[in-house]
């Protein structure tokens, strides 16, 4: 039987820079590192986390500047320094290139890790790819609203949850999970215009495996699709129903099984 792992949380400061980013380790040496989604922090890795140590794989989850105790100027930041952050993070936490995984925003800077700093990456997994596409295929102003709304702490709960079904939960899943866990203030999306996606959709030189929700109104199937003509034989597309943008809280299990079989693959 495996048992628990160790799940510490810690404060790495980055030599000659003021950045100094919080992340929670689940097992002594991290095979694979985790970036969540836009204001939210490393607690949503929780459950994939166990179940790579189960698989055994060591993990850790990274808070990017803004969020939980994670320090570093947001002002003029662009996509090259968010991947500096945690490309120079692996390196101090980890003996070699890990698999890396990002959920939303996340993923893109996942993306962006593999392609400006290849050397610490082995393989890019993506949760609700997209981001690429944003010039030519923009979020609507309702769901930005809705958005908006899902962070705010001032708002009554039913008006939340109520942006939280209409944008990141398919129907009939439960919200209520990401009521909390939300650093509205962390405005890294910023970063989003700052370098032509020519640079880093494709993740660099990486494999990688899309991991697409059926149900999201943010990140649609055909996005992800898109990015597999991009990628070609590099590739490995996974469509999940009754999944939106959100995706961590509502099949779990289907994410955890998808994204270990390809840790196992590349790892062979």
């Not at 495996?2 to 929670?24: C, H, I, K, N």
């Not at 705010?152 to 939960?169: G, M, N, Q």
Request: net charge negative; with cysteine; aromatic share 6%.
């Amino acid at each position: 039987m495996v048992s628990s792992p160790t799940v510490t949380s810690d404060l790495v400061p980055l030599a000659d820079r003021d950045v100094a980013l919080e992340v929670s380790r689940w097992g002594p040496h991290p095979d694979v590192a985790m970036i969540p989604s836009a204001h939210r922090g490393a607690g949503d890795y929780a459950r994939l986390a166990a179940d790579l140590f189960a698989a055994g794989f060591g993990s850790v989850a990274i808070n990017v500047r803004g969020i939980g105790r994670s320090t570093g100027t947001l002002d003029g930041l662009d996509l090259t320094d968010v991947a500096d952050d945690i490309g120079d993070l692996i390196a101090l936490l980890s003996d070699g290139p890990v698999h890396i995984v990002g959920h939303a925003l996340g993923q893109v800077f996942a993306r962006a890790t593999a392609s400006y700093r290849p050397e610490v990456i082995r393989s890019v997994s993506l949760l609700a790819c997209g981001g690429h596409d944003r010039a030519y295929r923009p979020p609507p102003v309702h769901l930005l609203e809705h958005f908006d709304k899902c962070g705010r702490a001032d708002l009554p709960d039913d008006v939340r949850l109520a942006s939280l079904r209409a944008l990141f939960f398919a129907r009939g899943s439960d919200p209520t999970p990401w009521l909390g866990g939300w650093w509205p203030e962390a405005d890294v999306a910023r970063v989003f215009g700052t370098i032509d996606p020519v640079e880093w959709a494709s993740a660099g030189k990486s494999n990688v495996l899309i991991l697409q929700p059926l149900e999201d109104p943010l990140c649609p199937p055909e996005v992800g699709r898109e990015l597999l003509g991009m990628l070609g034989e590099r590739g490995k597309y996974v469509e999940i129903p009754h999944c939106s943008h959100a995706m961590l809280p509502e099949q779990p299990d289907v994410i955890s099984a998808a994204i270990i079989s390809f840790l196992r693959e590349q790892d062979r």
